[in-house]
């Protein structure tokens, strides 16, 4: 082929030397080689939403040529709803034929539901590299259900399995009364990417309690709740689990029943968010966190949906109203989990 290249460049300068057209000479010389015609090709992938790897299957229909290769080539650690693989096909014509026509146009395909994307010949149009995407996958597809929920019911922690393809998890403590609105939960979300959380000192009183977990992936498709059964608290336990307030002539702090304690950072206690010190003391007043501005009463307990006692609107987050925000919905004193004041979630 090297040798026919260079004669064909030697012949195209005497040519012109001599008035013809060298484009037409070009012409005849790939005329000697066949175009491959119209290629069909037949794409079968096992490659579902929620897998770790898969397989692409490509077979020659018709054409004048042979697959050399396949590869995907946004291949994820797993594959998520919403996905679509891209596959690298490579084709080789056969001998004494070329790929002349590239495009859309050039290929059918049939089996699994595939889009276009690029072709381009190579090596004297000798391969060509073909790009395709996959139908997008099926989030319904994917298992993202939580089994093997239990309590550990000496220290009031929950548990469940782990599942491969969870980022993390919510989870939520909810009251065993089925005609009470405590079925939807007390207290806060809770994300997590362990596959426990500890509820001892959540309890607000003595009664039956079961949890519910719903596992999220790295896309943001979610799981359903999923419940575990109920088992009992009694008020010697939550006692025994709790931790306490203490106090001296510098302040309130909360020590935790392991004898730990919170600083500089929010504490969610009883249902209500505290912000305590870089010293582990309870603050009360305006506290600056992440950009925004949470007032603490007298009790230490963050304020949400009302006025301060100095006259700002705190949000149901809890966060100070900033000027151009509406305030219409403010009113009412209550306390709720701090959105990045605290944990959160829905």
């Given at each position: ?25 070009a ?25 770790w ?8 229909e ?25 596959v690298?096909?490579?084709?080789s014509?056969?001998?004494g034929?070329y ?28 391969e ?7 139908e997008e ?37 909810c ?20 596959t426990?959380?500890?509820?001892s ?21 979610a ?55 870089q010293?582990?003391y ?40 900033t ?10 004193t ?13």
């Open positions: 082929m090297k040798r026919t290249k260079e004669f064909a460049v030697l012949a195209g300068t005497i040519c012109l030397a001599a008035g013809m057209s060298f484009g037409a000479y012409d005849d010389d790939e005329d000697e080689r066949e175009p491959v015609g119209h290629i069909t090709l037949n794409i079968q992938s096992d490659i579902e939403a929620g897998d790897g898969g397989d692409v299957e490509v077979t020659l018709e054409g004048e040529c042979s697959v050399d290769s396949v590869e995907i080539v946004n291949e994820a650690e797993y594959w998520a709803g919403g996905d679509e693989p891209k690298e096909i490579w084709l014509a056969d001998s034929y790929f002349k026509k590239r495009g859309k146009s050039a290929f059918t395909f049939t089996g699994d539901e595939v889009k276009y994307v690029s072709s381009s010949a190579k090596n004297d149009r000798e060509l590299c073909l790009t395709i995407r996959l996958l099926d989030e319904d597809d994917m298992d993202l259900d939580v089994e093997g929920l239990y309590w550990d019911e000496e220290n009031g922690i929950a548990n469940w399995d782990d599942l491969d393809v969870a980022k993390n998890y919510k989870v939520r403590l009251r065993d009364d089925r005609d009470s609105a405590a079925e939807e939960g007390i207290g806060s979300v809770y994300t997590v990417s362990v426990s959380y500890d509820f000192e959540k309890f607000p009183g003595a009664g039956s309690y079961y949890f519910k977990v719903r596992a999220f992936d790295s896309r943001d498709n799981g359903e709740w999923q419940e575990s059964s109920s088992f009992y608290v009694s008020e010697e336990k939550i006692k025994e689990w709790k931790g306490q307030w203490m106090q001296d002539a510098r302040g309130w702090w909360y020590s935790n029943r392991d004898g730990s304690y919170t600083v500089n950072n929010w504490q969610e206690i009883g249902g209500k968010w505290y912000f305590f010190d010293e582990g309870m603050v009360t007043g305006w506290v600056d966190w992440n950009g925004k501005q949470y007032y603490c009463g007298s009790s230490g307990a963050m304020l949400v949906s009302t006025i301060t006692p100095d006259g700002f609107y705190v949000g149901a987050d809890g966060a100070r109203y000027d151009g925000q509406s305030s219409a919905n403010a009113g009412g209550g306390y709720v989990n701090a959105a990045g004041a605290g944990q959160g979630g829905a």
